[in-house]
């Protein structure tokens, strides 16, 4: 499967220009990252997935941004659902894996309403940024479970198939422009008992899934698995365009400050070893919190919550070092860089438009951080 990866990483990134103008990726593209099971490496075996290592599916993931930022983040963030999938009743899992190759997109927030009937429940809402919703079958969304009186009474997550709900295109955007980060709207689906699971269960790791998937993976937090999976398409965006950077600098003579050879500069030269060490570190540390996480969860250990804080603080940090990074580059790539269409100009717009998602956002995981060292109770569905 890596082989065919790294296969296809030129194709992927020849067709980056195009992915970006056109704000879709290419069917070429999704049919390869099928066939080599991309998609379902987190998938459970039991349902023709491969049930890899977390740190195996991000590697690939990191691999695919760095040619081309859409690509990445759709394998990522469509990677990861069949993992949450199988966190769900069997019944549920069955039905999305009647074909095994199902490709499943998500908006979390829980802006829908579902409301109890006899036989289930009712789903009504209009759902922002469900990235890869133009590629896959089946959404997971967030909702308000409503009591009779329209009180809400918890926070669910809950699966739909596509028959459900229409996609409208409103994705046009400054940067990740072939994510198809759509909107989604139900309007009052029928949803089954088993396709609804409750976010305190996941955040507890008590779910119905664990009894057909009992393995490591599946023990991870959802938290852990998610904001890692929205951070390292980043940190691989931001590592591809220092790979473009050096490449397209290491012969370009300046027409400004007196001219001279680029590579000759030692402000430039700085500025190199400056965003190399924070793509450095940004990698390492989202590599050495989930590998802590796989390792606790192989050992049939509990995951602390202090593990699990550093993840968070760890991973908003890592995309914090990654944009400045690509700052740092995209600063001193000069005038000849500004260009639309060029790759540094495109992977600068990519990675800050990835920067913005809420799992992102740098003071308030922090600030979650700060809580749990001070000993004060910590509540937040990411971590």
Not at 258 to 265: I, N, P, T, V, Y
Request: proline fraction near 5%; hydrophobic fraction near 45%.
């Amino acid at each position: 499967m890596r082989d065919a990866v790294r296969e296809m990483v030129p194709d992927v990134a020849e067709r980056a220009q195009s992915v970006d103008e056109t704000r879709r990726i290419s069917t070429a593209t999704i049919d390869a990252l099928d066939r080599a099971y991309v998609f379902r490496m987190l998938q459970p075996a039991r349902f023709g997935g491969l049930e890899t290592t977390p740190m195996q599916f991000y590697e690939v993931v990191r691999e695919l941004s760095a040619a081309c930022a859409s690509t990445g983040w759709v394998a990522s963030i469509l990677g990861v659902h069949p993992w949450h999938v199988a966190l769900f009743a069997p019944e549920a899992q069955h039905e999305v894996w009647a074909e095994p190759a199902a490709r499943i997109c998500s908006s979390y927030s829980p802006v829908g309403t579902l409301t109890p009937t006899a036989d289930g429940y009712v789903l009504d809402g209009r759902w922002m940024f469900a990235s890869g919703c133009d590629y896959a079958g089946w959404a997971l969304l967030g909702a308000k479970l409503v009591a009779d009186d329209g009180r809400a009474v918890d926070f669910v997550t809950v699966l739909v198939p596509a028959a459900d709900y229409t996609v409208n295109d409103v994705w046009d955007t400054v940067g990740m422009r072939g994510t198809a980060s759509n909107e989604i709207v139900v309007a009052g689906a029928h949803v089954p008992a088993h396709r609804m699971l409750r976010n305190y269960d996941v955040a507890r790791l008590s779910v119905p899934g664990h009894r057909l998937n009992p393995g490591p993976l599946y023990r991870i937090p959802f938290a852990a698995m998610f904001t890692t999976a929205v951070a390292m398409p980043i940190v691989g965006t931001v590592a591809g365009c220092y790979e473009r950077y050096v490449a397209a600098m290491r012969d370009r003579t300046r027409l400004s400050l007196g001219g001279g050879r680029f590579a000759e500069d030692p402000f430039a030269q700085v500025a190199l070893a400056r965003a190399s060490s924070s793509i450095d570190a940004a990698r390492l540390q989202l590599e050495h919190n989930i590998t802590a996480m796989w390792e606790c969860a192989t050992a049939d250990r509990p995951i602390p919550m202090e593990m699990r804080l550093r993840l968070r603080r760890d991973q908003v940090l890592a995309t914090e070092r990654a944009l400045e990074a690509i700052d740092t580059l995209f600063t001193t790539a000069g005038g000849s860089s500004l260009g639309r269409g060029n790759p540094i100009e495109r992977a600068w717009r990519d990675a800050h438009a990835g920067g913005v998602h809420v799992a992102n956002e740098v003071p308030r995981a922090l600030a979650l951080y700060g809580r749990g060292v001070f000993g004060l109770p910590v509540e937040d569905n990411l971590v």
